[in-house]
């Protein structure tokens, strides 16, 4: 980095790193589950899987949405010499550093279906849609403030999480084309050569 840089990630990339994962395990988690009768039955297990599901989406788009409106309010411009990090390198760097409690919660949706067919994979699956949700809300600020958020990479924990934890003191921010994520985190579409 040069002369007093820092290495920023975009705080909706960082939010939005477990969604897929956690969807997809979720998935075949419930998928595998619905063939297992379990001790409540499928049609129980189901029931209770969709309300895991809802509540699970729920809590986790809504937890600390007052921290990351408040580190927004108090962000500061992206200085020239700081260094915006890839989206593929944000997404890498969380699931390398959550591979192991992924793959758990993975096992224990799977052998929670032997009891409760199904609900372990929908509580993870909400939890992936949670994530999705909030990231989405931080794109729609994104997009309202005309700017992307950033935080400190020597901020974030060690297996490259929590962009609104304590040691968060403030975002950053650039212009709206910087990066090549768009607004919410996902891929930046670019237009197609005619």
């Given amino acids: 980095m040069a002369r007093g840089?820092?290495?920023?990630?975009?705080?909706?990339?960082?939010?939005?790193?477990?969604?897929?994962?956690?969807?997809?395990?979720?998935?075949?988690?419930?998928?595998?589950?619905?063939?297992?009768?379990?001790?409540?039955?499928?049609?129980?297990?189901?029931?209770?899987?969709?309300?895991?599901?809802?509540?699970?989406?729920?809590?986790?788009?809504?937890?600390r949405r007052r921290r990351y409106a408040a580190l927004a309010r108090s962000a500061v411009r992206a200085g020239k010499h700081d260094v915006l990090q890839d989206r593929a390198v944000s997404v890498g760097t969380w699931r390398r550093g959550h591979r192991w409690w992924l793959l758990l919660a993975f096992v224990v949706a799977l052998a929670a279906?032997?009891?409760?067919?199904?609900?372990?994979?929908?509580?993870?699956?909400?939890?992936?849609?949670?994530?999705?949700?909030?990231?989405?809300?931080?794109?729609?600020?994104?997009?309202?403030?005309?700017?992307?958020?950033?935080?400190?990479?020597?901020w974030l924990a060690d297996n490259g999480g929590r962009p609104a934890g304590k040691a968060v003191k403030a975002y950053r921010s650039t212009g709206i084309a910087a990066g090549d994520?768009?607004?919410?985190?996902?891929?930046?579409?670019?237009?197609a050569l005619v």
Avoid: C, H, N, Q
């Fill in 5 to 63: 840089g820092l290495g920023l990630a975009r705080v909706a990339v960082v939010v939005r790193a477990g969604a897929a994962p956690l969807w997809w395990a979720g998935v075949f988690a419930a998928g595998v589950g619905v063939l297992v009768p379990g001790v409540t039955g499928r049609r129980i297990g189901v029931m209770a899987g969709a309300a895991l599901f809802l509540v699970a989406a729920a809590v986790v788009s809504y937890t």
């Fill in 113 to 154: 279906s032997f009891v409760v067919p199904a609900a372990g994979g929908m509580l993870l699956a909400g939890a992936g849609t949670g994530l999705r949700l909030k990231a989405a809300w931080l794109g729609r600020r994104e997009r309202a403030e005309d700017a992307l958020l950033w935080v400190r990479v020597d």
């Fill in 181 to 191: 994520a768009a607004p919410g985190g996902a891929r930046r579409r670019t237009a």
